[in-house]
């Protein structure tokens, strides 16, 4: 009986470890996401910008314009990436209010 116990508690325990690994390698990804696609669009943006105005023979403005634009693609793709997180919070929360 005691053994029968002990392997349910070991069972249980291993389960919780699991269960915090996932939730660990999900988060992980989840900052991996942001940093590589936050990287990637500046990235882009700006050789946009250099290519213009290389093209144009300006200085700096287009990629003074692409460089902006970049921080409003990434606060984009920040909300997009995050907001079935924060969506179900907001979710959850409005509903414990209504009950």
């Known amino acids: 009986m005691e053994d029968k116990n002990k392997q349910e508690k ?3 325990q ?3 470890s699991r269960q915090t690994n996932r939730e660990m390698f999900l988060a992980l990804e989840l900052v991996s996401k942001l940093g590589i696609s936050i990287a ?6 700006l050789y946009i ?3 213009l105005d ?3 023979n300006t200085r700096y403005v287009f990629v003074v314009i692409f460089l902006f634009l970049s921080i409003i693609a990434s606060i ?3 909300y997009i ?3 079935p997180i ?3 919070d907001k979710r959850k929360n409005f509903l414990k209010r209504k009950k």
């Open 40 to 45: 990637l669009i500046a990235g882009i943006f």
């Open 54 to 56: 290389k093209l144009f």
């Open 14 to 16: 291993k389960e919780k």
């Open 81 to 83: 990436l995050l907001e």
């Open 49 to 51: 910008g250099i290519y």
């Open 10 to 12: 070991n069972e249980a």
């Open 76 to 78: 984009y793709d920040i």
């Open 86 to 88: 924060i969506g179900s």
